[in-house]
């Protein structure tokens, strides 16, 4: 058993999607005997961004939206060491996209665990990058008018090596997902992580979900990129959690062959002048 107790007051709203994920990583991080002193929890800033200060592992507690950069610094620097970011969907989708399809583009080996609650919690639930049209929110009084970002779908086209979905209200599965990101050895991994607010969204609640996820058929071929888009596509009526896409492409800090010498870290610096 994981002492998740050890002092710092969890500022979480008492019914928050953010506590079974935050069980569910404890339980996914002892299911693949991770060492956790060479675990690094990266995130930006944001009622999920707040998770690392829950658990026990070496942090980096960011700037908004700055979460990958951070994460990509720590595995070059260090590449031995497993590096996992927790963030909001806000800020990962939003502040930090740019930095997210680059980091996608470049399989750079780090497991990004994004809590996408459909809004912005930390700020008072004003729409984010994956609110559903037509939401209305104290900001967008008459709806959102743009068409939600699609992060699954834009994991597929970019072709990183794992691109999975689950949600907060089935925790057996969220754990079977976290720990399936976790023994991905090489190359980007995204899961986005259905989490509902219950205090600013009251559209996207936990019946919401309930109604709608469905587990994706263990007949699906996550190396088949057509399925996995016709997967990565599909949300209203039914949402698909499980592993959508997955891909053999080499991570990319194992095509830098000054890495091969060991990680940055260990390497003797260059000769003082
Ligand atoms: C540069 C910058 N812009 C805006 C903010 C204000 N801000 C803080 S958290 C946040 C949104 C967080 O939303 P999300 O990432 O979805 O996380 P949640 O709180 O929902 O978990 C915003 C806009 C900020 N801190 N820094
Ligand atoms: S505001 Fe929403 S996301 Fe933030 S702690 Fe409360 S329920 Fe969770």
Redesign the pocket.
Known sequence: MIDLDFGNEIAWCPGCGNFPILKALDEALEEVAVDRRQLVLVSG?????KLPHYTRANVFNG???RAVPAAFGIKLANHELEVVIH??????YG?GGNHLVHAMRRNISVKAFV?N?Q?????KGQA?PTSDLGMVTKLQVDGVKARPFNPMASAVAADCSFVARAFAGDREHLRQMMAAALRCREGFALLDILQP?VTFNKVNTFKWYRERVRRIDPGHDPYDRAAAFALAEEWGMTIPIGIIYRSQRPGYESQLPVLAQGPLVSQAGPPQA
Do not use: P
């Open positions: 800033i944001g009622q999920a961004a700037l908004h939206g963030s909001g969907d806000g800020d990962m502040e809590h609650n809004v912005y919690g930390l700020t984010s607010c």
